[in-house]
């Protein structure tokens, strides 16, 4: 798939001064695959194999980049960072890639927040992410856009393995040990420092030898075309985050704020925070703390002294927006009862643990899904997760098709976005299993 050697072969000729005698890739045998293995001989993998390059920041030095990846060869290896735990947005700080015959080359999409030349040159061929549902809203937001991937994270799911972090399949399948250190910094600080770029080249530097083992060990298991409906699914959705209508539920820790007119303090502090985080592009947690919002919708000061008493409100930033905070409060206090919360329309079934008590006959129909769902993937040697989302599992059961067959479950099935794989593995198990057994 690119012009240059595998890595671990290329990591073996240094060694030895000739090439090994061992395989390209130390894949385990079908039986083992996931298993975990000794990685003690690991390789530290420290700096990538052309130095580290400086980040391209100017119109010229992009130009430069388009030309040299659109004569570069085999898949583009792409990642990106953000800085969730520091910023409001999810916007790419640093978008990393690396082809056959161009090298690599760390982007900064700040004054350059336009790649669609870069995606024209690459869009035609395959792009290699690791766990690509993080990253391909926030490329798309900069015009890099796949038409064919290979997520690395999901093929090892698919192929079986239990350890799926990008450092855990180097090591096990490259022989190389990769350092995370740096996976959590705020990489919308300026400069980025020498360390930060380093492992940012590093987390591209083996992702096509990676796809490279892995893609044979999925053939191996004859899970290739598994794979590539995952794939094709990821490009077609993969860029389109999820929307919630009331995000403020999602509160940590609302669960112990019993009542509409508490949990209408929740959500008139909630949005405060979510302007102010906004506007100054802060992660909303590092701007009020959602401890904080809990304690005061269960509290409801009425005066700034009160308030500044209660955790999370002791921070000197916070302090200052007390007033806001307050006003907040007030809000909540004065809505008529009509405005306040109500519990949202549940749509589907309820939570299983009720199931039992609302319609038995349903609750048997889950467990006897949830059986094969669980046997099947056993017996693929894959996630239960990863074979049907468990939600639509949950609808199947709770509101079957009115006529139990083979053709109905899989158009349901369908219908939750399930792939033509996993429909072939689960069928005509799970048409039995809806059927309500005869007395």
């Given amino acids: 798939m690119t012009d240059e050697p595998p890595l671990r072969r290329r990591a073996a000729e240094s060694r030895t001064g000739e090439a090994s005698a061992q395989p390209t890739s130390a894949l385990p045998e079908p039986a083992d695959a996931g298993s975990e293995t000794d990685t003690g001989a690991a390789v530290p993998l420290t700096a990538p194999r052309d130095g580290t390059p400086a980040p391209v920041a100017t119109p010229a030095e992009l130009d430069e980049v388009v030309a040299r990846f659109a004569a570069g060869t085999g898949p583009v290896a792409l990642d990106a960072e953000r800085a969730s735990g520091y910023r409001y947005s999810q916007r790419a700080y640093l978008v990393q890639l690396r082809r056959g015959g161009a090298g690599t080359a760390l982007i900064d999409p700040l004054p350059l927040p336009d790649l669609s030349a870069l995606n024209a040159v690459i869009a035609e061929t395959e792009w290699v992410l690791h766990a690509a549902s993080q990253d391909l809203a926030c490329l798309a937001e900069v015009g890099l856009r796949p038409r064919r991937l290979f997520d690395t994270e999901l093929a090892a799911r698919l192929a079986g393995f239990e350890r799926v972090g990008l450092?855990?399949?180097?090591?096990?399948?490259?022989?190389?040990?990769?350092?995370?250190?740096?996976?959590?910094?705020?990489?919308?600080?300026?400069?980025?420092?020498?360390?930060?770029?380093?492992?940012?080249?590093?987390?591209?530097?083996?992702?096509?030898?990676?796809?490279?083992?892995?893609?044979?060990?999925?053939?191996?298991?004859?899970?290739?075309?598994?794979?590539?409906?995952?794939?094709?699914?990821?490009?077609?959705?993969?860029?389109?985050?999820?929307?919630?209508?009331?995000?403020?539920?999602?509160?940590?820790?609302?669960?112990?704020?019993?009542?509409?007119?508490?949990?209408?303090?929740?959500?008139?502090?909630w949005y405060a925070r979510d302007q102010i985080a906004s506007r100054r592009d802060a992660a909303?947690?590092?701007?009020?703390?959602?401890?904080?919002?809990?304690?005061?919708?269960?509290?409801?000061?009425?005066?700034?002294?009160?308030?500044?008493?209660?955790?999370?409100?002791?921070?000197?930033?916070?302090?200052?927006?007390?007033?806001?905070?307050?006003?907040?409060?007030?809000?909540?206090?004065?809505?008529?009862?009509?405005?306040?919360?109500?519990?949202?329309?549940?749509?589907?079934?309820?939570?299983?643990?009720?199931?039992?008590?609302?319609?038995?006959?349903?609750?048997?129909?889950?467990?006897?899904?949830?059986?094969?769902?669980?046997?099947?993937?056993?017996?693929?040697?894959?996630?239960?997760?990863?074979?049907?989302?468990?939600?639509?599992?949950?609808?199947?059961?709770?509101?079957?098709?009115?006529?139990?067959?083979?053709?109905?479950?899989?158009?349901?099935?369908?219908?939750?976005?399930?792939?033509?794989?996993?429909?072939?593995?689960?069928?005509?198990?799970?048409?039995?299993?809806?059927?309500?057994?005869?007395?």
């Fill in 167 to 269: 450092a855990a399949l180097t090591e096990q399948l490259l022989g190389f040990s990769l350092e995370k250190h740096h996976s959590a910094a705020d990489w919308s600080s300026r400069p980025l420092p020498e360390s930060w770029l380093t492992y940012a080249a590093l987390d591209v530097e083996l992702l096509v030898d990676l796809r490279d083992s892995l893609d044979e060990e999925l053939q191996r298991q004859g899970k290739s075309g598994w794979a590539a409906e995952e794939f094709d699914a990821l490009v077609r959705n993969g860029a389109s985050p999820r929307v919630r209508a009331e995000p403020w539920r999602r509160t940590s820790g609302i669960h112990r704020v019993r009542g509409a007119r508490a949990q209408a303090r929740v959500r008139s502090l």
């Fill in 284 to 439: 909303p947690g590092r701007v009020l703390p959602d401890s904080a919002i809990v304690a005061a919708a269960e509290l409801d000061p009425k005066d700034e002294k009160t308030l500044l008493t209660l955790p999370g409100f002791g921070g000197r930033s916070v302090r200052r927006l007390a007033r806001t905070w307050l006003a907040a409060l007030d809000d909540a206090r004065q809505l008529p009862d009509d405005a306040l919360p109500v519990s949202p329309a549940v749509e589907g079934p309820p939570p299983p643990h009720r199931w039992a008590e609302r319609d038995p006959v349903a609750a048997g129909r889950l467990a006897r899904a949830r059986e094969v769902v669980v046997g099947t993937a056993g017996a693929h040697r894959l996630p239960a997760e990863n074979l049907i989302a468990p939600d639509s599992i949950r609808r199947l059961a709770w509101q079957p098709p009115a006529e139990i067959t083979d053709e109905t479950v899989a158009e349901t099935l369908r219908g939750f976005g399930a792939r033509e794989w996993q429909i072939g593995l689960l069928l005509p198990a799970l048409t039995e299993a809806l059927r309500t057994p005869q007395p």
